[in-house]
């Protein structure tokens, strides 16, 4: 049951953000202008949260909501405007680099 909950976390969190944010990769369609990219929240999974607590960017031990409210809120001091715009790097880190 945890892991299903998790896992609809990441997905909604995820596809959230495709719909919202907009860039110049592909990456993110950005068909939903109407919602504000500052207010997401990360899609954090294994591999970014394992890499944002090497980084001191979650102290929090599991990946349940309240670590994405922890690691969020992290993000948004480097960029109050798009927060989520570090997932990539932070799961890139993790899968492709083993951080």
Known sequence: MIKDY???????NMFIRWMVRNDDRGVDFGMW???DPSILYI?????????ARKLGLLT???NDWKAVEELTANLREFDPADPVKYDFALFGLGVFERF
């Not at 998790?6 to 909604?12: G, P, W």
């Not at 899609?43 to 890499?51: I, R």
């Open 6 to 12: 998790a896992t609809l976390i990441i997905r909604r």
């Open 33 to 35: 202008n109407r919602i």
């Open 43 to 51: 899609p954090l999974d294994l591999h970014s949260g394992n890499t």
């Open 60 to 62: 929090r031990k599991m």
